[in-house]
């Protein structure tokens, strides 16, 4: 079972660039969502989704764009990339309410 | 808005000391869900329990139990005679009910360095 799969899991950007990162899942889940960890803060919301075609901010999302075309899907993007975006960027998912989240592995991103 | 606080930056005891982590946490709803969740230096984040806001019965696996006060807004979390694997970082984390249930907000993190 692969559950939830990031890609790519290392990155190192200029300011400036673009990228995006890829979240997939293959459990069927309706809910995902983009966390972001960095020393001393936890993690923290980026983006979610309740479902295919659907998107919402969560607690820092500015300099951030998701999409959700297909379900299995979900894509984190940065247009121009910070300094201030260096972080590690979680993936999760789940099936429905009350059901514990699936974390990604994991992608670790410097922005230099 | 939701808050978790983890004291406690770094706990490091030796191999067979009992640890107790500590979660506080802020809310006002009256439904909620609270989590642990550890990260070992591979980075992955493993569940280690759920518990809601209506079942304040303490939990025990293993080594690993929960105290849930919702008195005190507490959600501690300890370790029975500690071993090196259980060195690694771990969160405390709270959601809300309904459609806001995944949303989780996390604490700060606590990072157990177990010595053998």
Known sequence: ?112 | AQKVTQAQTEISVVEKEDVTLDCVYETRDTTYYLFWYKQPPSGELVFLIRRNSFDEQNEISGRYSWNFQKSTSSFNFTITASQVVDSAVYFCAHASGGTSYGKLTFGQGTILTVHP
Request: proline letters at 4%; glycine letters at 10%.
């Open chain 1, 1 to 112: 079972n692969a559950g939830v799969t990031q890609t790519p899991k290392f990155r190192v950007l200029k300011t400036g660039q673009s990228m995006t990162l890829l979240c997939a899942q293959d459990m069927n889940h309706e809910y995902m969502y983009w966390y972001r960890q960095d020393p001393g803060m936890g993690l923290r919301l980026i983006h979610y989704s309740v479902g295919e075609g659907t998107t919402a901010k969560g607690e820092v999302p500015d300099g951030y764009n998701v999409s959700r075309l297909k379900k299995q899907n979900f894509l984190l993007g940065l247009e121009s990339a910070a300094p201030s975006q260096t972080s590690v960027y979680f993936c999760a998912s789940r099936l429905d309410n009350y059901e514990k989240l699936f974390f990604g592995s994991g992608t670790q991103l410097s922005v230099l």
